[in-house]
Protein backbone atom coordinates (compact mmCIF):
# COMPACT_ATOMS: atom_id res chain seq x y z
CA UNK A 1 0.00 0.00 0.00
CA UNK A 2 1.37 2.85 -0.82
CA UNK A 3 -0.02 6.54 -0.59
CA UNK A 4 0.34 9.85 -2.10
CA UNK A 5 -0.05 13.14 -1.76
CA UNK A 6 0.52 16.14 -4.99
CA UNK A 7 0.39 19.60 -3.92
CA UNK A 8 2.48 22.95 -5.49
CA UNK A 9 -0.78 24.17 -7.87
CA UNK A 10 -2.04 26.81 -8.52
CA UNK A 11 -2.44 29.33 -10.63
CA UNK A 12 0.42 30.20 -13.42
CA UNK A 13 0.67 32.31 -16.50
CA UNK A 14 1.07 31.02 -19.98
CA UNK A 15 5.25 30.74 -20.41
CA UNK A 16 5.04 30.85 -16.64
CA UNK A 17 6.72 28.03 -14.22
CA UNK A 18 5.47 25.77 -11.73
CA UNK A 19 6.48 22.90 -9.36
CA UNK A 20 4.63 20.09 -8.17
CA UNK A 21 5.33 17.48 -5.22
CA UNK A 22 4.44 14.25 -4.57
CA UNK A 23 5.63 12.82 -1.54
CA UNK A 24 4.64 8.94 -0.57
CA UNK A 25 4.46 7.01 2.11
CA UNK A 26 4.21 3.53 2.70
CA UNK A 27 5.11 0.06 4.81
CA UNK A 28 6.46 -1.81 2.04
CA UNK A 29 9.91 -2.53 0.93
CA UNK A 30 9.07 -2.83 -2.52
CA UNK A 31 10.58 -0.49 -4.57
CA UNK A 32 7.82 1.49 -6.66
CA UNK A 33 7.92 4.19 -9.97
CA UNK A 34 6.25 7.10 -10.06
CA UNK A 35 4.30 8.55 -13.01
CA UNK A 36 2.49 12.18 -13.55
CA UNK A 37 -0.70 11.98 -15.39
CA UNK A 38 -2.65 15.61 -16.11
CA UNK A 39 -6.35 15.79 -16.47
CA UNK A 40 -8.88 17.93 -18.38
CA UNK A 41 -12.49 17.80 -16.82
CA UNK A 42 -14.59 15.51 -18.88
CA UNK A 43 -11.08 14.09 -20.70
CA UNK A 44 -9.00 10.57 -19.26
CA UNK A 45 -6.32 11.05 -17.37
CA UNK A 46 -3.07 11.24 -19.85
CA UNK A 47 -0.20 10.39 -19.12
CA UNK A 48 3.10 12.62 -19.83
CA UNK A 49 6.32 11.41 -17.47
CA UNK A 50 7.62 8.92 -14.96
CA UNK A 51 10.60 8.22 -13.28
CA UNK A 52 11.93 5.03 -12.09
CA UNK A 53 12.22 3.58 -8.39
CA UNK A 54 16.20 4.65 -8.40
CA UNK A 55 15.60 7.91 -9.77
CA UNK A 56 17.99 7.02 -12.29
CA UNK A 57 16.10 6.95 -15.08
CA UNK A 58 13.17 9.05 -16.68
CA UNK A 59 10.59 8.73 -19.30
CA UNK A 60 8.75 11.94 -20.81
CA UNK A 61 6.11 11.55 -23.70
CA UNK A 62 7.18 14.11 -26.46
CA UNK A 63 4.68 16.94 -25.70
CA UNK A 64 6.52 18.08 -22.33
CA UNK A 65 9.79 16.98 -23.41
CA UNK A 66 12.26 20.24 -22.85
CA UNK A 67 9.87 21.39 -20.84
CA UNK A 68 9.75 19.39 -17.75
CA UNK A 69 11.33 17.70 -15.60
CA UNK A 70 10.70 14.69 -12.92
CA UNK A 71 13.12 14.54 -10.47
CA UNK A 72 13.15 12.27 -6.96
CA UNK A 73 14.47 13.09 -3.62
CA UNK A 74 14.73 9.89 -1.79
CA UNK A 75 14.80 10.93 1.76
CA UNK A 76 11.90 13.30 1.58
CA UNK A 77 10.50 10.44 -0.25
CA UNK A 78 9.27 13.02 -2.90
CA UNK A 79 9.06 13.41 -6.60
CA UNK A 80 9.39 16.57 -8.08
CA UNK A 81 7.78 18.14 -11.36
CA UNK A 82 9.32 20.97 -12.37
CA UNK A 83 7.20 22.51 -15.33
CA UNK A 84 8.19 25.56 -17.57
CA UNK A 85 7.00 27.49 -20.36
CA UNK A 86 3.47 26.15 -19.28
CA UNK A 87 0.85 26.48 -22.39
CA UNK A 88 -2.69 26.80 -22.08
CA UNK A 89 -3.62 23.28 -22.52
CA UNK A 90 -1.78 22.93 -19.24
CA UNK A 91 -4.32 23.46 -16.79
CA UNK A 92 -5.91 20.81 -15.45
CA UNK A 93 -5.58 18.00 -12.47
CA UNK A 94 -2.18 16.36 -12.12
CA UNK A 95 -2.00 13.16 -10.27
CA UNK A 96 0.58 11.46 -9.32
CA UNK A 97 0.41 7.23 -9.50
CA UNK A 98 3.11 4.59 -8.03
CA UNK A 99 3.65 1.23 -8.87
CA UNK A 100 6.98 -1.21 -8.94
CA UNK A 101 6.96 -1.50 -12.71
CA UNK A 102 8.51 2.12 -14.49
CA UNK A 103 6.21 2.81 -17.16
CA UNK A 104 7.69 4.19 -20.60
CA UNK A 105 5.34 4.09 -23.09
CA UNK A 106 2.88 6.74 -23.75
CA UNK A 107 -0.03 4.84 -23.62
CA UNK A 108 -0.09 4.01 -19.98
CA UNK A 109 -3.08 3.91 -18.01
CA UNK A 110 -1.50 4.13 -14.43
CA UNK A 111 -1.10 1.98 -11.81
CA UNK A 112 -2.98 1.17 -8.40
CA UNK A 113 -1.62 3.62 -6.59
CA UNK A 114 -2.94 7.38 -6.81
CA UNK A 115 -2.65 10.52 -5.16
CA UNK A 116 -5.63 13.46 -5.08
CA UNK A 117 -4.75 15.58 -7.63
CA UNK A 118 -3.74 19.29 -7.35
CA UNK A 119 -4.90 21.45 -9.98
CA UNK A 120 -3.04 23.78 -12.05
CA UNK A 121 -4.84 26.63 -13.74
CA UNK A 122 -3.15 28.69 -16.70
CA UNK A 123 -4.05 31.98 -17.32
CA UNK A 124 -3.51 34.34 -20.31
Known amino acids: QVQLVESGGGLVQTGGSLRLSCTAS????????VAWFRQVTGKDREFFAS????????YYVDSVKGRFTISKDHAKNTVYLQMTTLKPEGTGVYYC?????????????????WGQGTRVTGSS
Open 26 to 33: TRTSTPYA
Open 97 to 113: NAEPQYPITSDYRGGPY
Open 51 to 58: IDSTGRST
